[in-house]
């Protein structure tokens, strides 16, 4: 039975916070003063993000060095995933997380990952599995932007690379490994990583990881693992596998469903019905009306993903693709390169629905309607990320009817008609800011005042 992030987290919470309580009155915050924060995100967040219990990062007793590259990294509260799993994955309790796609969950397992790494002792001691090789990227980013002030070794090794440069670091100090599942195997059955003493494992996209797609790899690693070791499970789907490979390898796994509703509150959905030669001409209409920070847009097929992208260029907007048969080195560029805000848009595969965070997207489009509910559940949630507002757009053919249906009735959510003009501040970042504390102390949206200008401007 999946128990909602309740009593035993308080209960657990409240100690860190009864002990950090009284430190936190005689140690000195002269600290945070020092620390290069980026600029506050003053977009509004949904309770996705701030339906939280009001616990803060210091009250866990993490280190100040891991404290300060939490801070750094923009971070100002712990989510409601990160408040739940944060002190439980810190006792060294074996978890399973259910949360929705955005929400923190790299947070809630790397914070607690970085705070048990002891840096004197020389060898592989956590290892992140992801699904796909751009997620393993991220992660380690991530990983190495939180520990920047932390004597950690970090590495990150996926398939499609040279096994030189891996075998090369791993001849050094490695702490933690961030790993896509072949490759790591293929590493451990080498004995180039020497997991002996890693008794830290998180599967990040577990569903995944569990598909027909990895099977029997993950049986394998932790085959190689020490007993006495603990096992973090995150995702925002929990199919039967997952029930299967809980019984065989967890142990009293703590278990957390922050799962009420399948769809992120942030992301309004709508759909077009398009006959299949008008879906460019609708496309090229969209971009000309809507307000696009970035978006990705998703097609059902390698090919059709080329096509397109060709077809975007010649109607004169900026535009990259990027797909699994793509060689590596130049889908790590892409990726880099949108992350870096150098695109308006990206056409894909399905190779990025799993947990790729790009702030900047506030639109995706659904090119090609996908054929099951987890599929588009986590191509929505590429917008909308950490709490924040976005639109995901389907284009609808006759075909795509009842997929559509089904795919509404699975996830009870509510895929509506796209009107003629989308409200801005259903996903403009502009017109969702708040703003900075006044003199009465309260803060003031702006975001009323700006769509009342802006409809009487259209």
Same mark, same amino acid.
């Given at each position: 039975?999946? $128990?909602?992030?309740?009593?035993?987290?308080?209960?657990?919470?409240?100690?860190?916070?009864?002990?950090?309580?009284?430190?936190?009155?005689? /140690?000195?915050?002269?600290? @945070?003063?020092?620390?290069?924060?980026?600029?506050?995100?003053?977009?509004?967040?949904?309770?996705?993000?701030?339906?939280?219990?009001?616990?803060?990062?210091? +009250? !866990?007793?993490?280190?100040?060095?891991?404290?300060?590259? /939490?801070?750094?990294?923009?971070?100002?509260?712990?989510?409601?995933?990160?408040?739940?799993?944060?002190?439980?994955?810190?006792?060294?309790?074996?978890?399973?997380?259910?949360?929705?796609?955005?929400?923190?969950?790299?947070?809630?397992?790397?914070?607690?990952?970085?705070?048990?790494?002891?840096?004197?002792?020389k060898y592989i001691q956590g290892m992140?599995?992801?699904?796909?090789?751009?997620?393993?990227?991220?992660?380690?980013?991530? #990983?190495?932007?939180?520990?920047?002030?932390?004597?950690?070794?970090?590495?990150?090794?996926?398939?499609? *690379? +040279?096994?030189?440069?891996? /075998?090369?670091?791993?001849?050094?100090?490695?702490?933690?490994?961030?790993?896509?599942?072949?490759? /790591?195997?293929?590493?451990?059955?080498?004995?180039?990583?020497?997991?002996?003493?890693?008794?830290?494992?998180?599967?990040?996209?577990?569903d995944k990881l569990l598909s027909q797609?990895?099977?029997?790899?993950?049986?394998?690693?932790?085959?190689?693992?020490?007993?006495?070791?603990?096992?973090?499970?995150?995702?925002?789907?929990?199919?039967?596998?997952?029930?299967?490979?809980?019984?065989?390898?967890?142990?009293?796994?703590? %278990? =957390?469903?922050?799962? %009420? %509703?399948?769809?992120?509150?942030?992301?309004?959905?709508?759909?077009? !019905?398009?006959?299949?030669?008008?879906?460019?001409?609708?496309?090229?209409?969209?971009?000309?009306?809507?307000?696009?920070?970035q978006s990705i847009i998703f097609c059902?097929?390698?090919?059709?993903?080329?096509?397109?992208?060709?077809? $975007?260029?010649?109607?004169?907007?900026? #535009?990259?693709?990027?797909?699994?048969?793509?060689?590596?080195?130049?889908?790590?560029?892409?990726?880099?390169?949108?992350?870096?805000?150098?695109?308006?848009?990206?056409? #894909?595969?399905?190779?990025?629905?799993?947990?790729?965070?790009?702030?900047?997207?506030?639109?995706? $489009?659904?090119?090609?309607?996908?054929?099951?509910?987890?599929?588009?559940?986590?191509?929505?949630?590429?917008?909308?990320?950490?709490?924040?507002?976005?639109?995901?757009?389907?284009?609808? *053919?006759?075909?795509?009817?009842?997929?559509?249906?089904?795919?509404?009735?699975?996830?009870?959510?509510?895929? @509506?008609? =796209?009107?003629?003009?989308? +409200?801005?501040?259903?996903?403009?970042? %502009?017109?969702?800011?708040?703003?900075?504390?006044?003199? +009465?102390?309260?803060?003031?949206?702006?975001?009323?005042?700006?769509?009342?200008?802006?409809?009487?401007?259209?």
């Open positions: 039975m999946l $128990i909602m992030a309740g009593v035993m987290v308080e209960n657990m919470s409240s100690n860190f916070v009864s002990s950090a309580g009284t430190k936190s009155n005689i /140690i000195s915050e002269e600290w @945070k003063l020092e620390l290069k924060m980026p600029p506050k995100d003053r977009r509004i967040k949904t309770a996705d993000v701030t339906n939280t219990k009001g616990i803060e990062f210091e +009250d !866990f007793c993490l280190q100040r060095e891991l404290l300060m590259g /939490i801070f750094e990294k923009g971070w100002e509260k712990p989510s409601p995933i990160q408040e739940a799993s944060i002190p439980i994955a810190l006792s060294g309790q074996d978890v399973l997380a259910r949360a929705k796609n955005g929400t923190g969950k790299t947070g809630a397992y790397s914070i607690p990952l970085l705070e048990r790494l002891d840096p004197g002792k992140v599995i992801v699904p796909t090789r751009e997620l393993a990227l991220q992660t380690s980013q991530i #990983c190495v932007e939180l520990s920047k002030h932390l004597p950690l070794k970090i590495m990150v090794t996926t398939g499609g *690379t +040279d096994l030189k440069d891996d /075998i090369m670091r791993l001849s050094g100090t490695v702490h933690l490994v961030i790993a896509t599942p072949g490759r /790591i195997l293929d590493l451990m059955d080498k004995n180039i990583a020497d997991v002996n003493n890693c008794k830290m494992l998180v599967l990040d996209e577990a797609d990895f099977k029997g790899m993950l049986d394998r690693i932790i085959g190689m693992l020490p007993k006495e070791r603990q096992i973090m499970l995150f995702s925002a789907t929990f199919p039967q596998t997952v029930e299967q490979f809980m019984k065989k390898h967890l142990q009293k796994p703590y %278990e =957390i469903n922050l799962m %009420e %509703e399948l769809t992120l509150l942030g992301v309004t959905q709508y759909y077009a !019905f398009v006959q299949e030669k008008q879906k460019v001409h609708c496309l090229n209409t969209l971009f000309r009306k809507l307000q696009i920070n059902n097929s390698t090919q059709r993903v080329e096509l397109l992208a060709k077809k $975007i260029t010649e109607l004169g907007y900026s #535009c990259y693709y990027i797909h699994s048969r793509m060689a590596q080195p130049h889908r790590n560029r892409v990726f880099h390169d949108f992350r870096q805000g150098h695109c308006r848009n990206l056409v #894909c595969s399905d190779l990025l629905t799993r947990g790729i965070d790009i702030q900047a997207v506030n639109v995706v $489009i659904n090119f090609d309607f996908p054929r099951n509910a987890e599929t588009y559940l986590h191509r929505i949630g590429r917008s909308g990320r950490f709490g924040h507002l976005g639109i995901a757009i389907n284009l609808i *053919t006759y075909e795509d009817r009842f997929p559509l249906h089904r795919i509404e009735q699975e996830l009870q959510t509510e895929i @509506k008609p =796209i009107p003629k003009a989308i +409200d801005p501040k259903l996903y403009v970042a %502009e017109y969702q800011m708040e703003k900075e504390e006044g003199e +009465d102390g309260e803060i003031e949206s702006t975001a009323t005042t700006k769509t009342e200008t802006t409809s009487k401007e259209d």
